[in-house]
Nanobody, 124 residues
Framework: QLQLVESGGGLVQPGGSLRLSCTTT????????IGWFRHAPGNKREAISC????????YYADSVKGRFTISRDNAKNTVYLEMNSLNNEDADVYYC?????????????????WGQGTRVTVSS
């Protein structure tokens, strides 16, 4: 069982920044596509950003392009989501997920393991 643990959420003022982290033990995250998701209407999860096993496979939702950056630190077995210029629409619980399959996708339906989430609150 791959258990993902997110951290880094918290309260930030509009325009501020946060860095979310996703890590696990016993498994090597660099072998998997890792995604960050948040809630979407209809009890679904919206893909915010995904990073495949190759850096060419990177996805950002239009709403976060130019503001968020996903990256890996393989030495720390951690995937980060750097979030800048945060606004009220970014406030949500952010989930880290791992796709163990071989095909590149940032569709939540294909992700096999999920973390418990970390809450981001944007407020002045």
């Amino acid at each position: 069982q791959l258990q993902l643990v997110e951290s880094g959420g918290g309260l930030v003022q509009p325009g501020g920044s946060l860095r979310l982290s996703c890590t696990t033990t016993r498994y090597t995250l660099e072998s998997y596509t890792i995604g960050w998701f948040r809630h979407a209407p209809g009890n679904k999860r919206e893909a915010i950003s995904c990073l495949g096993t190759s850096v060419e496979n990177t996805y950002y939702a239009d709403s976060v392009k130019g503001r968020f950056t996903i990256s890996r630190d393989n030495a720390k077995n951690t995937v980060y989501l750097e979030m800048n210029s945060l606004n009220n629409e970014d406030a949500d619980v952010y989930y880290c997920a791992a796709d163990l399959g071989n095909q590149w996708s940032c569709d939540a339906r294909w992700f096999d393991y999920w973390g418990q989430g970390t809450r981001v609150t944007v407020s002045s």
